[in-house]
């Protein structure tokens, strides 16, 4: 069985590198809690933020060029570079692991999951979820939760 989409990658990691990496966050929703005037910042940092997939793709996409570079230019084993990046993300889209991800995740890249995390954590703490009155319509109340997870 393969495992859920939004957990493999943490699944997949040494334990003490996630922990660091919940601890960082924590520290940071520490520090946005004394400071909320700087809420609005760090939200804009975390739109910028490259998660996990992200920086696999474009390392793959990078690596794979390269290798048909080499292969077109100089000697076609190169040719095998790309065929083995392809196995990785195929590796990585099934179990959630490829031999980059240790690599990246000791470096602090966090999965989608782990921005929302912090995401929601600021968005709350700048008071974005705002209680729906009872007996509101529903489209009242589906614009007020869509305005507080955007």
Known sequence: MLPDTTTRVERFTAEAINQRIAHET?????????????????????????????????NAAGVALVGAALGALFNKRFYSVPALVAGFLLQHALQG??????????????????????????KALRGDFQPIARGADNDTATATVLRAVT
């Open 26 to 58: 924590e520290e940071r929703i520490r520090f946005y809690a004394a400071n909320p005037h700087l809420i609005h910042r760090r939200l804009k940092e975390l739109d910028a933020e490259w998660d996990m997939e992200r920086t696999l793709e474009t």
């Open 97 to 122: 692991w490829s031999p980059p991800v240790p690599f990246f995740r000791r470096r602090g890249v966090r999965t989608a999951t782990e921005i929302e995390r912090e995401r929601y954590a600021l």
